[in-house]
T-cell receptor, first 117, second 115 residues
Framework: AQSVTQLGSHVSVSEGALVLLRCNYSSSVPPYLFWYVQYPNQGLQLLLKYTTGATLVKGINGFEAEFKKSETSFHLTKPSAHMSDAAEYFC???????????????FGKGTLLTVNP | DAGVIQSPRHEVTEMGQEVTLRCKPISGHDYLFWYRQTMMRGLELLIYFNNNVPIDDSGMPEDRFSAKMPNASFSTLKIQPSEPRDSAVYFCASNPSRKYTGELFFGEGSRLTVL
């Protein structure tokens, strides 16, 4: 079974400040990890993903995340927040292989990011 | 390619009425998922299909909920009778097993309000 824990349901930063959204996962098999973003009244949009290879992955809008197996973490960062980054962010995990019967994503509860001017 | 298409985008109905939500997955995607999003519970997986066959419906809350996938390009989620606690945003998502990356492609959701 897999699970995701996002620390902090609400994070508030000032424009230009570092954004750090925390995600820890639990998985009995090598995971694939994802960050999705949801803007108000919209669907989920993929920000970035880790499958295999380089543990530091870059996504859209200047976001990046680092897969740390020893810490079972996949925290999302952005060096400088912009007002347009205000949204809800979801961390998710799936099994890291094809085949079998489990293709579903398990999501965290989400972190609402507020950016103050 | 067109993305996952859901309809209606918004539905307001009265308690006891039947509600049908529709989804068209991305062409060539053989997995289809229905998720529900609420403030209290976050994103919950309700059911998913592979090649039109339901694989896991353990997330369906109760018998009032049913889902079908009559063909590769269409799925429905039905609630009968609806209750106020069913108010939520319902998302459909799909992915292709033959090009597996784990990523799900989401529709824009159907916001259901049951009065």
């Amino acid at each position: 079974a897999q699970s995701v824990t996002q620390l902090g349901s609400h994070v508030s930063v000032s424009e230009g400040a570092l954004v750090l959204l925390r995600c820890n996962y639990s998985s009995s098999v090598p995971p694939y990890l994802f960050w999705y973003v949801q803007y108000p009244n919209q669907g989920l949009q993929l920000l970035l993903k880790y499958t295999t290879g380089a543990t530091l992955v870059k996504g859209i809008n200047g976001f990046e995340a680092e897969f740390k197996k020893s810490e079972t973490s996949f925290h999302l960062t952005k060096p400088s927040a912009h007002m347009s980054d205000a949204a809800e962010y979801f961390c998710a995990v799936s099994v890291g292989y094809s085949g079998g019967s489990n293709y579903k994503l398990t999501f965290g509860k989400g972190t609402l990011l507020t950016v103050n001017p | 390619d067109a993305g996952v298409i859901q309809s209606p985008r918004h539905e307001v109905t009265e308690m006891g009425q039947e509600v049908t939500l529709r989804c068209k997955p991305i062409s060539g995607h053989d997995y289809l998922f229905w998720y529900r999003q609420t403030m209290m519970r976050g994103l919950e997986l309700l059911i998913y299909f592979n090649n039109n066959v339901p694989i896991d419906d353990s997330g369906m809350p109760e018998d009032r909920f049913s889902a079908k996938m009559p063909n590769a390009s269409f799925s429905t989620l039905k609630i009968q009778p609806s209750e106020p606690r069913d108010s939520a945003v319902y998302f459909c998502a799909s992915n292709p097993s033959r090009k597996y990356t784990g990523e799900l492609f989401f529709g824009e959701g159907s916001r259901l309000t049951v009065l």
